[in-house]
């Protein structure tokens, strides 16, 4: 059985990923693809848990140990739902991957790009996105659209969200990633994300 294909959103907080996801998945079901729709953090039981430290708990986290929490996560979620799934043929849309410990704990946190790239490798075990979409959202529209009862990262500060979106931007011509505007109405996104997928998935 061929491998199925591996599809990551990606963009700050506000930029309309886990809606894009909903859309992208309910759109390639209707193609007849099996579909298995997850995320970051948080898609496993033991996930779970990891996120509720990483993001309800508001007390001051070193950056390393908010990376190590994070490719704990994301080791578990590969183990559990990515890899069977892909190796089932299956259509595997994630809201958030590896680019989002490269954007935000790399740089916006300031660990650095180098060490990042080789803490992803051990905890994705040679899994690799086919495709990553960034969703670009001007700073005030996503500040606009986050949630006022924030988790941790949502509360982080302008700053804080001025640099994670910048870092997507720096990273994404040298990775491939497919950077895509996400201030339009959705079906607009859903449409431009569309076109993106259905080419890698035709490669």
Partial sequence: MARGRFIVLEGGEGSGKSTQSRLLTARLSAQGHEVVRTFEPG????GAKLR??????HSPL?????L?????DRAQHVAEVVRPALE????????RFTPSTLAYQAIARGLGVELVDAANVLATDGVEPDLVVVLDVDDSVA?????????????AGTDFHSL????YRELAPGRGWI??????????VAAAVAAAVDAALHR
């Fill in 43 to 46: 898609a496993t039981a033991r």
């Fill in 52 to 57: 509720a430290a990483l993001l309800d708990d």
């Fill in 62 to 66: 070193d950056p390393r140990a908010e």
């Fill in 68 to 72: 190590l929490l994070l490719l704990a």
């Fill in 88 to 95: 089932r043929g299956a259509v595997v849309v994630s809201d």
């Fill in 143 to 155: 500040a606009a659209r986050r949630p006022v009862a924030s988790d941790r990262f949502e509360a």
């Fill in 164 to 167: 994670v979106r910048a870092a």
């Fill in 179 to 188: 950077v895509i505007d996400g201030s339009p109405p959705p079906d607009e």
